[in-house]
């Protein structure tokens, strides 16, 4: 969703380069070229406009960091000021001491509902949860049935009494049910209209009364932008929520709608839902979100990822090197052949720091044949060439392009690529002000490092 966006920026701050310091000239120049790129990308004019202002405010202060060059101090600050977008708030569920915690599913119809709503119960089953859905959607053709469909895909229980075709008797039933089995947590999928109705408020407000709601999470599709904020902002006013779901964050749209979401509506980004499958769905990190989009990386995201893969003892070796600075190419081949066993490459590959270009060096969407085509050509290096790529001259390259049956092109960008990776892990390090770390809260350790 956000490459258009991703790409700008970085763009912008590639202009940078050839800066010495920064002048109110190049600072209104930048701020011109960063406030087209977020109202084409649909971020809501008034966000952008108090955007536009915080940050030219930071970067004609004289105490901005002089150790960064220009590019440095002006991704450093559109930075902090998109995290400052997201507030202080954190994703996921926030911390509740009811029992069974009850979480209503509120939107309009099309948005997603009854898809994230087993996607939220699958996540809440990996977290040791026990949760039972239930469908408040009697209108709707199928929409009971379908639920019913989700959630044994989810497996998960369904609470779907025989007849019961009353709104409100069945979220109330949910919740006996619950209490009686003990299921600890009641996830209630409620009707949807194409609009904002009475009707459908009246009969929101009845579910809440009776339900004792812990989180009322809207979902909304990314895809349809503003529209989709301005429902959800309706929707707090009348009803209550207590967080966004974003879905179809994968799609083409222009995304500004996760950038106005918590300004607009004043409520935060819970999860964010990514794909069709059932996994596909995450808490929001806006750090993390962030610097996937100014193509930092999203470090912790993958360390997750890869901690379902990955060898502990084989991290802990790696995971050395990296504190060392002594990260190689045979080490990033290593790491290359557990992306593959990883999820979709074009997901993994925007999550390393720098390597957002890697999906053009075959000019196209990643695939299992590209990597083998950047293993080939790290192979065919010598283990010195491995260990020491800036050895690697014109000769060498050559070489090495023939051995694997690439391009000297190919060879150059990979290489371009590798150099990159290591200068913006080193980069965010600096910005955050700590070193790579190892994962935080699972004793299992990442070969990729951490930023917190």
């Known amino acids: 969703m956000f490459d258009a966006l991703s790409n700008r920026l970085q763009d912008v701050f590639q202009s940078l380069k050839g800066e010495t310091r920064l002048t109110e000239a190049t600072v209104e120049r930048v701020l011109g070229e960063i406030r087209l790129a977020l109202l084409e990308a649909d ?12 940050v030219r405010d930071r970067a004609m202060d004289a105490a901005v960091q002089k150790g960064l060059n220009p590019s440095q101090q002006v991704i450093k600050i559109v930075r902090d000021e998109l995290l400052g977008l997201f507030g202080d708030a954190k994703g996921g569920l926030q911390e509740t001491a009811s029992r069974p915690r009850v979480i209503v599913m509120l939107g309009l119809q099309g948005s997603g509902k009854t898809t994230t709503t087993g996607k939220l119960a699958k996540w809440l089953a990996k977290q040791g ?35 019961e075709m009353d709104p409100v008797a069945r979220a109330k039933g949910a919740l006996a049910e619950a209490r009686a089995v003990g ?18 408020m009246k009969e929101l407000v009845a579910i809440k009364d009776v339900s004792g709601p812990s989180d009322l999470l809207y979902v909304a599709d990314a895809m349809t932008g503003q529209d989709a904020i301005k429902s959800a902002g309706e929707f707090n006013a009348r009803v209550g929520v207590t967080g966004v779901v974003l879905t179809k964050i994968d799609g083409d749209a222009r995304g500004g709608a996760a950038l106005s979401v918590v300004s607009v509506v004043g409520v935060p980004i819970a999860f964010v839902g990514s794909g069709e499958k059932l996994d596909d769905l995450e808490p929001f990190h806006a750090d ?13 995201s993958l360390i997750e990822k890869a901690e379902e893969v990955i060898d502990q003892g084989d991290a802990e070796k790696l995971e050395a090197k990296i504190r060392k600075g002594g990260f190689t190419l045979e080490d990033f081949r290593d790491q290359l052949r557990m992306l593959k066993r990883m999820g979709p490459l074009d ?9 957002g270009g890697m999906k053009e060096l075959a000019g196209q969407k990643p695939d299992e044949k590209q990597l083998s085509r950047i293993e080939a050509i790290i192979n065919s290096m010598t283990p010195d060439e491995r260990k020491h790529a800036d050895i690697l001259d014109g000769s060498r390259r050559k070489r090495v392009a023939k051995g694997s049956g690439t391009t000297v092109e190919d060879v150059n960008r990979l290489l371009k690529q590798f150099v990159e990776m290591q200068r913006m892990l080193k980069m965010v390090g600096q910005m955050t002000g700590e070193p790579v770390a190892a994962a935080p809260k699972k004793k299992k350790k990442s070969v990729f490092g951490s930023f917190k």
Do not use: C, W, Y
């Open 183 to 200: 299921n600890d947590v009641v996830i209630v999928d409620t009707a949807g209209r194409l609009h904002i109705d009475d009707e459908l």
């Open 129 to 163: 949860r026990h949760p039972i859905v239930v469908s408040t959607d009697v209108r709707r053709p199928a929409a009971i049935q379908q639920l019913a469909i989700v959630a044994q895909q989810a497996g998960v229980r369904v609470h779907d009494p025989a007849g």
């Open 43 to 54: 971020v809501n004019f008034k966000v952008v406009k108090a955007f536009v202002d915080r």
């Open 347 to 355: 997901k993994i590959l925007g999550m390393l720091p720098g390597m």
């Open 288 to 300: 993390r979100f962030v610097s996937r989009m100014l193509g930092m990386g999203d470090v912790l």
